[in-house]
Nanobody, 124 residues
Framework: QVQLAESGGGLVQAGGSLRLSCAAS????????MGWFRQAPGKEREFVGA????????FYADSVKGRFTISRDNAKNTVNLQMNNMKSADTAVYYC?????????????????WGQGTQVTVSS
């Protein structure tokens, strides 16, 4: 079993930056593909980005490409989401997730473990 805990959420102005972290415990973190998802009020949870377990494969939703970057530190069992040039449309609860696929995936069904989420609010 893998337990995930997100941190770093908060309030930021449009155009600003925020860095989310996800700490993992239990299991072998380095063997998991890690994904970030978000859910805005009244909307379904959507894919943000993902990074494979050896960090050679990562990709992002078109809506965040060029603004968000995922990185991982397998020695510290953490994965980070750096969010730059933020927009009001980025307001959501952000979740990190862990899955056992070798390559990064945008499908929620490929992730077996989920964090509780952290709120990100972008003011315009």
């Amino acid at each position: 079993q893998v337990q995930l805990a997100e941190s770093g959420g908060g309030l930021v102005q449009a155009g600003g930056s925020l860095r989310l972290s996800c700490a993992a415990s239990g299991g072998t973190f380095s063997r998991y593909t890690m994904g970030w998802f978000r859910q805005a009020p009244g909307k379904e949870r959507e894919f943000v980005g993902a990074i494979s377990w050896i960090s050679t494969n990562s990709f992002y939703a078109d809506s965040v490409k060029g603004r968000f970057t995922i990185s991982r530190d397998n020695a510290k069992n953490t994965v980070n989401l750096q969010m730059n040039n933020m927009k009001s449309a980025d307001t959501a609860v952000y979740y990190c997730a862990a899955g056992s696929r070798v390559v990064a995936s945008l499908s929620q069904s490929d992730y077996a473990y989920w964090g509780q989420g952290t709120q990100v609010t972008v003011s315009s």
